[in-house]
């Protein structure tokens, strides 16, 4: 059945409240460990519907958010999610507390027990009021990020569709590019201060009601960091800062060299070759059918896997007029269905965030076809960090096939998505970084943000800190364009984490890409039944936590970026 058929209603959340509330009086009143497990399997059944459908009405919000009966869906479920979450997290306690514990860690596993101890510590009933805050928040920032209608070049574009014209080889394009978006972003500036002030002192606020002492804490929990934290984090930060950052300072010196600019600006940055970026070739619908092809190519598993999306409809990857911004991958559990959402703009990124979600949605297909994993969604849970490794290696797995996509310009591809991918890990620490300080000092005013963040930029990516009098970007306000500081937040780690990952398949892919690959289908197929750092061992990779991870994996890439120059 295609995604275009697939049936919605509203769910009766009434009576999914009041059937998790049975599930758990049953768990509470169990006799047995065999009654408690056949209550959880049976609720785990009843719960695809209904989280079918949360997904369903997103998708179809986010492909056009103007879309009057789904934006109306959004906002029902910003109110009622909450108090299902407050409900599935007393099912958690009753299982974590449960006096057959030990028998339920050697049913479903003692990482599915910790997962369900992570749940009945970041939710309580006493934060519902706020989370609903929380959602409308976050949904206002999505709504004014959505609405942009950006006048250049003849046209009205959306923040999407902006990325080739900041690229441009005319360096006066790139910069009046950089100029029309700042311009709007500073035009609904004050407003996004004020959400973001907001939405610190909300999530603040649910921490210290749940005992923490600020959000940074409770994200511990929420994020699913499993065997690790802030100090951990930090850690990796300074590997980065140390070992990564002047290496990338060099790169962008070749960068610089390339497309000739001797007074290197902020808004250099996205050029990378003289005549002009590297683009895929072909509509979108001609993209779609060379990536089936590659698919096809790359594996049996990956050729049943592409088929299938295409033959259902599964993929919605065009930028238009009120479409949502960005790129991500859902599942719909009852049709075991993954769901790509992306905009291309006829850029790289097209290539990238294709191949990205497509690792991603790879995961999710195989294992909702995994025998495994019936009857225990937890198995299939993976926490963000270990999810992003599915992707970002993706990125690298497809490049011997990469030419079906940008033929001539594969070449300056793979040098562009190479030095990309090593820069970008400097500027997620920043993105977390800068988000550490906004929750640990909650009080600062907007300048004092921007300030923290021009102190990071200098610190992680002082390639970026000259923007001359552009609009927004010149004031160091561009933390707002990132849509994960204010809807994910201190999510973006998890990227840098699994760019460290993927890296390692990408230089390995080069020396023995059967063995690349076959590790890659090991990480795949563990899903979420271990933590991240064992499962990166358990495929035979590095940790990032490792000290000399990062040095060693950017000494490698810096290396033969060098080798690979055009």
């Not at 609720?43 to 056009?64: G, K, T, V």
């Not at 690349?516 to 090991?522: S, T």
């Amino acid at each position: 059945m295609k995604f275009q058929d697939y049936i919605y209603t509203r769910p009766d959340v009434d009576a999914v409240l009041a059937d998790i509330r049975h599930t758990v009086e049953v768990m509470e009143n169990a006799a047995s460990a065999e009654a408690q497990l056949a209550a959880f399997h049976d609720h785990e059944e009843r719960m695809q519907e209904f989280n079918s459908l949360h997904a369903i009405a997103n998708i179809r919000h986010d492909i056009d958010t103007r879309d009057a009966f789904y934006a109306e869906e959004k906002a029902f479920f910003n109110e009622k999610m909450p108090l299902i979450q407050n409900e599935l997290s007393s099912l958690s306690k009753a299982m974590s507390g449960s006096p057959f514990r030990k028998e339920l860690e050697e049913a479903l596993g003692a990482f599915t027990m910790e997962k369900i101890d992570y749940q009945v510590k970041g939710m309580c009933a006493e934060i519902i009021p706020l989370m609903q805050e929380e959602n409308r928040l976050t949904t206002r920032y999505f709504q004014l990020y959505s609405s942009a209608q950006i006048p250049f070049a003849g046209k009205t574009l959306t923040v999407e569709q902006m990325p080739p014209y900041k690229a441009a080889e005319d360096r006066a394009v790139r910069r009046a590019a950089y100029v029309a978006e700042g311009e709007f972003f500073d035009s609904i500036g004050e407003e996004l201060d004020q959400i973001y002030d907001r939405l610190v002192h909300n999530r603040n606020e649910q921490a210290r009601i749940m005992g923490y002492k600020d959000y940074t804490k409770l994200a511990v929990i929420r994020m699913r960091r499993y065997g690790y934290g802030p100090k951990e984090i930090k850690a990796f930060r300074e590997q980065v800062a140390n070992d990564l950052v002047p290496l990338v300072t060099e790169i962008k010196k070749l960068q610089a060299k390339r497309i000739g600019v001797c007074d290197w600006k902020a808004y250099d940055n996205m050029t990378m070759f003289p005549d002009g970026n590297p683009a895929p070739k072909g509509t979108p619908e001609e993209l779609i059918k060379a990536a089936q092809e590659m698919y096809r190519r790359l594996s049996p598993e990956t050729a049943e896997f592409f088929d299938f999306m295409v033959d259902n409809g599964l993929l919605e990857v065009e930028s238009k007029p009120g479409k949502a911004p960005g790129g991500y991958c859902s599942s719909i559990q009852k049709y075991k269905a993954p769901f790509i959402f992306s905009n291309f703009n006829g850029g790289a990124g097209d290539v990238e965030v294709l191949t990205h979600e497509a690792g991603h949605a790879f995961e999710g297909y195989t294992a909702y076809r995994d025998p495994a994993f019936e009857g225990n969604s937890y198995l299939r849970r993976y926490s963000s960090e270990t999810a992003e490794c599915h992707s970002m290696g993706m990125e690298f797995l497809t490049a011997q096939f990469h030419e079906l996509l940008l033929k001539e310009d594969t070449p300056k591809y793979e040098l562009q998505h190479a030095e990309n991918a090593l820069s970008f890990i400097p500027y997620a620490c920043i993105i977390d970084a800068f988000q550490y300080e906004a929750y640990e000092h909650p009080d600062l005013t907007p300048e004092e943000r921007h300030q923290i963040w021009k102190r990071l930029l200098e610190r992680f990516q002082p390639h970026l800190t000259d923007y001359e009098d552009i609009p927004f970007y010149s004031r160091y306000a561009g933390w707002q364009y990132k849509l994960h500081v204010f809807m994910n937040p201190l999510y973006y780690i998890d990227y840098a984490l699994a760019q460290t990952v993927a890296l390692q398949f990408f230089m390995l892919s080069l020396e023995n890409p059967e063995e690349a690959w076959e590790k890659y289908m090991k990480l795949i197929r563990s899903a979420g039944t271990r933590r991240f750092a064992d499962t990166v061992k358990y495929v035979g990779l590095d940790s990032p936590f490792e000290e000399g991870t990062v040095k060693k994996v950017a000494e490698k890439v810096a290396a033969w970026i060098h080798e690979n120059q055009l």
